[in-house]
């Protein structure tokens, strides 16, 4: 029987279309914007004003683009949305 190459074989940044590129390169940029600010956001915050444990924060920030986004909507409170929404 003939092997078959794997069909999700990794390909290499230099086989990417410029598209598939910018579109990758856009991506990264938001995801450690959006991370770059809750860590500087948690890090500036008293505990006092953190629900839960500053760490536990600091770890899931650290996921994708779900874990600063659920900072910023579960988190504590931010300029323009009253506590507990």
């Not at 092997?3 to 990758?24: C, Q, T, V």
């Not at 409170?77 to 009253?82: C, L, N, Q, S, T």
Request: proline share 9%; aromatic share 10%; no cysteine.
């Amino acid at each position: 029987m003939a092997s078959h190459p794997d069909r999700r074989a990794r390909r290499s940044w230099r086989d990417l279309s410029p598209a598939h590129k910018a579109a990758l390169t856009l991506a990264a940029a938001v995801q450690f914007g959006l991370a770059g600010a809750a860590w500087l956001d948690l890090a500036r915050r008293p505990a006092s004003q953190v629900p839960g444990p500053k760490w536990r924060w600091a770890l899931l920030i650290a996921v994708n683009f779900a874990g600063p986004i659920a900072y910023f909507r579960w988190g504590p409170p931010h300029k323009g949305r009253a506590a507990g929404q």
